[in-house]
């Protein structure tokens, strides 16, 4: 079981960027998907989650400037995220199963 995110950058405030998180050795449909992420200094903070019944939460304070959706055939998940602001800058991690990604990183700053 693998999980690969990609698509961190440098973004100035109010701008975009899409996250990837490419899943290998499990069925992604039948899985819980989740984003995270972890400021520089603080503790992990709970993103977003994608449940095999197509059900999407967010923490409130992305709730309308990000987006989960998932790709079952490419078994991918992606995580887009607008209106960008410094605070959220902050290593993201894609999380299925117990198993974590690498991580990519995301920095807001103009």
């Known amino acids: 079981v693998q999980l690969v995110e990609s698509g961190g950058g440098l973004v100035q405030p109010g701008g975009s960027l899409r996250l990837s998180c490419a899943a290998s050795?499990?069925?992604?449909?039948?899985?819980?998907m989740t984003w995270a992420r972890q400021a520089p200094g603080k503790g992990l903070e709970w993103v977003s989650s994608f449940y095999s019944d197509g059900s999407t939460y967010y923490k409130d304070s992305m709730k309308g400037r990000f987006t989960i959706s998932r790709d079952n055939a490419n078994s991918t998940v992606y995580l887009q995220m607008n209106s960008l602001q410094p605070d959220d800058t902050a290593t993201y991690y894609c999380?299925?199963?117990?198993?974590w990604g690498r991580g990519t990183q995301v920095t807001v700053s103009s």
């Open positions: 050795g499990f069925t992604l449909s039948s899985s819980p």
């Open positions: 999380v299925a199963g117990g198993i």
